[in-house]
């Protein structure tokens, strides 16, 4: 049972342009999302979180979309550059940080230049 | 800057051996966590602790243990390591009543 889902294994987007990363997820309970960058023999590193009493959350080139609605969440990525080449972790939390996080399988972002 | 340590990079263990892999945080962080990661799957979570001594199992606890006798350290044990045990184990850390958790870089384990 996925309770978080990532559906596309991979992204191409040109240097530049905007980066759409999706997920989506089951659980209802998840009050808490955090998105995290990862890259080849590293461990993953956080990027930005929203909670589910926001829709949006920025930071920097980063901003975050929840609709609860369709239990759905997106990261864009504005402008995209050559370093945002990574796997991206989309993760949802409904115990206040104490009993981990429910990744998705994760979306390779590759940037082309 | 937080920072979560790893004992090992790269580790090649042999079927039925015991293996130990090393966490340590250095922001005084009651909540430790391992969860492997493997390709196509993500990351999973194999053990989580909460406080020192105290230990709860995640979604793919089976084949492992872990032993948490300092809040800084958080041990994962394979005690008879498995074939099927290869992968990445990462390590992460978490103030209480805070989401976010900070990653170690990895210990890719290869058992033979």
């Known amino acids: 049972d996925q309770q978080v889902k990532q559906n596309s294994p991979s992204l191409s987007v040109q240097e530049g342009r905007i980066s759409i990363l999706n997920c989506d997820y089951t659980?209802?309970?998840?009050?808490?999302f955090l998105w995290y960058k990862k890259y080849p023999a590293e461990g993953p590193t956080f990027l930005i979180s929203?909670?589910?009493?926001?829709d949006k959350n920025e930071d920097g080139r980063f901003t975050v979309f929840l609709n609860k609605s369709a239990k759905h969440l997106s990261l864009h990525i504005v402008p995209s550059q050559p370093g945002d080449s990574a796997v991206y972790f989309c993760?949802?939390?409904?115990?206040?940080?104490?009993?981990?996080?429910?990744f998705g399988k994760g979306t390779h972002l590759i940037i082309q230049p | 800057d937080v920072k979560v340590t790893q004992s090992s990079r790269y580790l090649v263990k042999r079927t039925g051996e015991k293996v130990f892999l090393e966490c340590v945080q250095d922001?005084?962080?009651?909540?430790m966590f391992w969860y492997r990661q493997d390709p196509g799957l993500g990351l999973r979570l194999i053990y989580f602790?909460?406080?020192?001594?105290?230990?709860e199992k995640g979604d793919i606890p089976e084949g492992y243990s872990v032993s948490r006798e300092k809040k800084e350290r958080f041990s994962l044990i394979l005690e008879s390591a498995s074939t099927n045990q290869t992968s990445m184990y990462l390590c992460?850390?978490?103030?209480?009543?805070?989401?976010?958790?900070?990653f170690g870089p990895g210990t890719r384990l290869l058992v033979l």
């Open positions: 659980n209802s309970m998840f009050d808490y």
């Open positions: 992460a850390s978490s103030e209480t009543g805070l989401e976010t958790q900070y």
């Open positions: 993760a949802g939390d409904s115990g206040g940080g104490a009993d981990g996080l429910t």
């Open positions: 922001m005084d962080h009651e909540n």
């Open positions: 929203i909670s589910s009493i926001k």
């Open positions: 602790s909460y406080d020192v001594k105290m230990k």
